[in-house]
């Protein structure tokens, strides 16, 4: 089986990859696809799987997406699968869980996740708890996606990450996807299962292209939910992150590889279900660990992995503090300096893993 | 003698200035004027458009006197922000500005004439189209163009951005669809309860008009009473949405239910005047909250990233500016009744060009907020912070 390995940089040069040649297969057909055209598949070919699947946000139909990630869905499945909604977050997402309460699957845009928090009761009250309520009788498939984080220069109530807020609550799945490949398998993977499921995009990866395989072009891939990738293996400490930031702690990565220090990448894709038995097993080997998030450290992604290292298998294996870099702990600026320091560059993943292997 | 002869003369060159000499030919200056500063008229009536009423047996006057004073200080306003957002039009589209930035050219009556018929003491809360009224509010150009630059000469030292400026008696500046009315309801809420007879203005657009929380704010600003204007700035489009895709009912005005509203033409800057003089003296009278529909229209698109034509024609942007452009109608009115020279309102125009410019001069060219800054300012009357930057060995400061 020819194996395939890419290594991408935020979409700059791909560095080459490696087949084990088998005299009777041609090297796969790799291909570029942007975050926002993985994602515009993902939901295209799910639409286009069920019937029961539809849209529904502000801006996703004739405006062809805020963002553009729905272009074209309208055009194509029209009126009744693709609908734009009047700005009332509490309202639509309201309805949308009332939907897939009856026997639909609606995937739920919000235009950005700072938006969710006019709607959030209804994310969890009424989606994420509803199936342990009803003791297993009313399951409740519906998929609530778009852009969250930071972006540029969009100051402070456009700005937050609510990883740690969807990633705390029992009866919701939480993706985060990086990669195009990463988006494209999450989002359907979301789609298709029947719990509700958060997807957690982000705005500043919508225009990067990423190689994806051939099997991710399949119309049936799906990334399963709860699970890992290791984008970069290393021996001397484990870099844990999600979204964005995977791409900060692979360029970290390769400039530490100039002096010496491999570190292993962790994509943790999921939030919830929080795929530990990965991140264990590579502290396990590396001794070290670090994680990078984006948003802030309070009660964060980052404080949740270092707690389940302290209580699980993996403790004893740590040769220095587990670390987290995240976020600065205060509403995000809008002046472009102020900005740029307030999230994690790679240069504080640098120092933070040269400080953690003292040297 | 020669001293004199020089001040007579420089008399009549700046009479000549103000009374709007017609000149014989281009580039010569003639102090003799055609027409002498007595000349002008002081003051005239004008009739504006009969509002529609919700649940009100009378409405506005139909008829409002416009001194010259108020004329050109109206003028000069609505010129000022118009030039202004234009000018961040361009700093936008240089990548000196970035982020959100919602331009608020067409809809100049509406904030100019809202002033107009209140008190520097009342109070006025908006969403994220915002420039016009921290000018009006009483924001420098200078510091309102400094913060669109995130510099830290802005209002808000460069921390807020667009969306969120503020001053005494003006709220901002929100970023939030629709969260600004509770808001404002609530400082409604204050004014009754601190007894000082002031009114809070509210706005909100017609996208933000479905949200349930204008519907709660509007109960309980009934239940109570509240001094509060709700405002309703119909532009027509919710960002890429017209009206009728997203509104079971398109009259704002009545939305209000049993809130009594009135429509009115936000493009003319007298009518919205008489409107909000009468929507406050409702308010200020106890008799509870007014609702106001200000039919407006924004040439830009939604924002910067939106160019605006993908769901609305040219052909309609056209006719809105060639037909209803309220700079243009007011010049057009203090013109036509002699209560303005060409001259003058060129006059004007090239000071308020040169105004913008500076200010967009001084924009570019502060520096940014310093680092000390990034951590201040999380909370107030406390005492310094520790906080936490993006690894755990940096230990960052924090001052109220």
């Given at each position: 089986m020819a194996s395939l390995r890419c290594f991408l940089r935020s979409g700059k040069n791909a560095v080459s990859a490696v087949l084990r040649r088998e005299f009777h297969r041609t090297p796969p057909a790799a291909v570029q696809v942007t975050v926002r055209d993985a994602l515009n598949q993902a939901m295209d070919e799910e639409l286009e799987r069920d019937e029961r699947v539809f849209l529904l946000g502000e801006e996703v139909a004739q405006y062809d997406g805020?963002?553009?990630?729905?272009?074209g869905l309208w055009k194509k499945y029209g009126d009744k699968r693709i609908i734009d909604t009047p700005i009332t977050e509490m309202g639509f997402a309201g309805i949308a869980v009332g939907a897939a309460m009856a026997g639909l699957r609606p995937i739920c845009e919000f235009?950005?996740?700072?938006?969710?928090m006019q709607a959030i009761d209804q994310v969890?009250?009424?989606?994420?708890?509803t199936y342990y309520m009803s003791a297993g009788f009313q399951p409740v498939p519906i998929v609530f996606r778009g852009p969250n984080g930071a972006s540029a220069g969009?100051?402070?109530?456009?700005?937050?990450?609510?990883a740690a807020w969807y990633g705390h609550c029992p009866g919701l799945k939480v993706v985060s996807p990086w990669s195009a490949e990463d988006a494209k398998g999450l989002l359907k993977a979301a789609i298709r299962d029947d719990n509700p499921v958060v997807v957690l995009e982000n705005e500043l990866m919508y225009g990067v292209p990423f190689e994806i395989s051939e099997q991710a072009q399949s119309k049936d891939f799906v990334i399963p939910i709860g699970k890992a990738k290791i984008e970069r293996q290393g021996n001397h400490i484990t870099l844990v992150s999600h979204s964005r930031m995977v791409g900060l702690c692979l360029d970290a990565a390769a400039v530490l590889a100039k002096e010496g220090i491999e570190c292993e990448v962790v994509?943790?894709?999921?939030?919830?279900?929080?795929?530990a038995e990965a991140i264990e097993t590579s502290v396990m080997k590396t001794n070290h660990l670090i994680t990078v998030e984006?948003?802030?450290?309070?009660?964060g992604v980052g404080a949740e992995i270092l707690a389940r290292l302290m209580e699980g298998p993996a403790f004893n294996y740590l040769d220095a503090p587990a670390v987290r870099v995240t976020g600065v702990d205060i509403p995000m600026p809008y002046a472009k300096i102020l900005e740029d320091n307030s999230v994690p560059q790679i240069k504080d993943i640098i120092f933070s893993v040269k400080k953690t292997l003292n040297v | 003698m020669q001293n004199m002869l020089t001040v007579i003369a420089n008399a009549l060159k700046g009479g000549a200035k103000m009374n709007g000499a017609q000149t014989v030919s281009e580039g010569t200056r003639v102090?003799?004027?055609?027409?002498?500063?007595?000349?002008?008229?002081?003051q005239a009536s004008f009739d504006i458009k009969r509002c529609d009423l919700h649940r009100l047996d009378e409405g506005p006057s139909v008829q409002t006197v416009l001194t010259r004073e108020e004329g050109l200080r109206y003028y000069r306003t609505m010129q000022t922000m118009r030039r202004m957002e234009l000018k961040a039009d361009q700093l936008y589209k240089q990548k000196i500005i970035r982020g959100f930035c919602h331009l608020y050219d067409g809809q100049e009556a509406c904030a100019v004439g809202i002033e107009a018929g209140i008190n520097p003491t009342d109070h006025l809360i908006t969403a994220y189209r915002a420039h016009g009224y921290t000018y009006t509010r009483g924001v420098s150009v200078n510091k309102i163009m400094a913060e669109l630059t995130g510099r830290?000469?802005?209002?808000?030292k460069g921390k807020g951005g667009s969306m969120h400026m503020y001053a005494k008696n003006f709220y901002g500046g929100n970023?939030?669809?629709?969260?600004?009315v509770p808001l404002g309801a609530g400082v409604a809420l204050a004014c009754q309860y601190q007894g000082k007879k002031e009114v809070c203005v509210t706005l909100y657009g017609d996208g933000a008009a479905n949200q349930g929380q204008i519907f709660e704010s509007f109960n309980m600003a009934a239940l109570w009473k509240l001094p509060c204007i709700f405002i309703c700035e119909?532009?027509?489009?919710?960002m890429g949405t017209s009206v009728e895709r997203a509104s079971?009912?398109?009259d704002y005005y009545k939305r209000g239910d049993y809130i009594p509203g009135l429509r009115v033409d936000g493009m003319d800057v007298l009518g919205v005047r008489e409107a909000t003089k009468f929507a406050a003296d409702y308010c200020r009278s106890g008799k509870g909250p007014i609702l106001m529909e200000l039919q407006t229209y924004r040439y830009?698109?939604?924002?910067?990233?939106?160019?605006?034509v993908s769901y609305r024609t040219r052909e309609e942007i056209q006719e809105v500016r060639s037909k209803s452009d309220p700079i243009t109608m007011l010049k057009d009115r203090m013109i036509s009744n002699n209560m303005a020279s060409l001259e003058e309102i060129k006059d004007i125009d090239a000071e308020i060009r040169k105004e913008v410019e500076a200010a967009a001069q001084f924009a570019t060219s502060d520096p940014e907020?310093?680092?000390?800054?990034?951590?201040?300012?999380?909370?107030?009357?406390?005492a310094p912070l520790e906080v936490r930057g993006?690894?755990?060995?940096m230990r960052l400061k924090s001052l109220s």
């Amino acid at each position: 089986m020819a194996s395939l390995r890419c290594f991408l940089r935020s979409g700059k040069n791909a560095v080459s990859a490696v087949l084990r040649r088998e005299f009777h297969r041609t090297p796969p057909a790799a291909v570029q696809v942007t975050v926002r055209d993985a994602l515009n598949q993902a939901m295209d070919e799910e639409l286009e799987r069920d019937e029961r699947v539809f849209l529904l946000g502000e801006e996703v139909a004739q405006y062809d997406g805020a963002y553009k990630v729905s272009r074209g869905l309208w055009k194509k499945y029209g009126d009744k699968r693709i609908i734009d909604t009047p700005i009332t977050e509490m309202g639509f997402a309201g309805i949308a869980v009332g939907a897939a309460m009856a026997g639909l699957r609606p995937i739920c845009e919000f235009m950005t996740f700072n938006f969710s928090m006019q709607a959030i009761d209804q994310v969890i009250n009424s989606a994420a708890k509803t199936y342990y309520m009803s003791a297993g009788f009313q399951p409740v498939p519906i998929v609530f996606r778009g852009p969250n984080g930071a972006s540029a220069g969009v100051a402070a109530q456009h700005s937050q990450c609510f990883a740690a807020w969807y990633g705390h609550c029992p009866g919701l799945k939480v993706v985060s996807p990086w990669s195009a490949e990463d988006a494209k398998g999450l989002l359907k993977a979301a789609i298709r299962d029947d719990n509700p499921v958060v997807v957690l995009e982000n705005e500043l990866m919508y225009g990067v292209p990423f190689e994806i395989s051939e099997q991710a072009q399949s119309k049936d891939f799906v990334i399963p939910i709860g699970k890992a990738k290791i984008e970069r293996q290393g021996n001397h400490i484990t870099l844990v992150s999600h979204s964005r930031m995977v791409g900060l702690c692979l360029d970290a990565a390769a400039v530490l590889a100039k002096e010496g220090i491999e570190c292993e990448v962790v994509n943790m894709r999921t939030i919830r279900p929080l795929d530990a038995e990965a991140i264990e097993t590579s502290v396990m080997k590396t001794n070290h660990l670090i994680t990078v998030e984006g948003g802030w450290p309070q009660f964060g992604v980052g404080a949740e992995i270092l707690a389940r290292l302290m209580e699980g298998p993996a403790f004893n294996y740590l040769d220095a503090p587990a670390v987290r870099v995240t976020g600065v702990d205060i509403p995000m600026p809008y002046a472009k300096i102020l900005e740029d320091n307030s999230v994690p560059q790679i240069k504080d993943i640098i120092f933070s893993v040269k400080k953690t292997l003292n040297v | 003698m020669q001293n004199m002869l020089t001040v007579i003369a420089n008399a009549l060159k700046g009479g000549a200035k103000m009374n709007g000499a017609q000149t014989v030919s281009e580039g010569t200056r003639v102090v003799v004027s055609a027409r002498s500063f007595a000349d002008l008229t002081p003051q005239a009536s004008f009739d504006i458009k009969r509002c529609d009423l919700h649940r009100l047996d009378e409405g506005p006057s139909v008829q409002t006197v416009l001194t010259r004073e108020e004329g050109l200080r109206y003028y000069r306003t609505m010129q000022t922000m118009r030039r202004m957002e234009l000018k961040a039009d361009q700093l936008y589209k240089q990548k000196i500005i970035r982020g959100f930035c919602h331009l608020y050219d067409g809809q100049e009556a509406c904030a100019v004439g809202i002033e107009a018929g209140i008190n520097p003491t009342d109070h006025l809360i908006t969403a994220y189209r915002a420039h016009g009224y921290t000018y009006t509010r009483g924001v420098s150009v200078n510091k309102i163009m400094a913060e669109l630059t995130g510099r830290r000469g802005g209002v808000a030292k460069g921390k807020g951005g667009s969306m969120h400026m503020y001053a005494k008696n003006f709220y901002g500046g929100n970023g939030i669809v629709g969260a600004q009315v509770p808001l404002g309801a609530g400082v409604a809420l204050a004014c009754q309860y601190q007894g000082k007879k002031e009114v809070c203005v509210t706005l909100y657009g017609d996208g933000a008009a479905n949200q349930g929380q204008i519907f709660e704010s509007f109960n309980m600003a009934a239940l109570w009473k509240l001094p509060c204007i709700f405002i309703c700035e119909n532009n027509k489009y919710g960002m890429g949405t017209s009206v009728e895709r997203a509104s079971a009912s398109t009259d704002y005005y009545k939305r209000g239910d049993y809130i009594p509203g009135l429509r009115v033409d936000g493009m003319d800057v007298l009518g919205v005047r008489e409107a909000t003089k009468f929507a406050a003296d409702y308010c200020r009278s106890g008799k509870g909250p007014i609702l106001m529909e200000l039919q407006t229209y924004r040439y830009h698109g939604h924002s910067m990233s939106d160019p605006g034509v993908s769901y609305r024609t040219r052909e309609e942007i056209q006719e809105v500016r060639s037909k209803s452009d309220p700079i243009t109608m007011l010049k057009d009115r203090m013109i036509s009744n002699n209560m303005a020279s060409l001259e003058e309102i060129k006059d004007i125009d090239a000071e308020i060009r040169k105004e913008v410019e500076a200010a967009a001069q001084f924009a570019t060219s502060d520096p940014e907020p310093p680092m000390e800054d990034l951590c201040n300012h999380i909370f107030h009357n406390d005492a310094p912070l520790e906080v936490r930057g993006t690894n755990p060995w940096m230990r960052l400061k924090s001052l109220s």
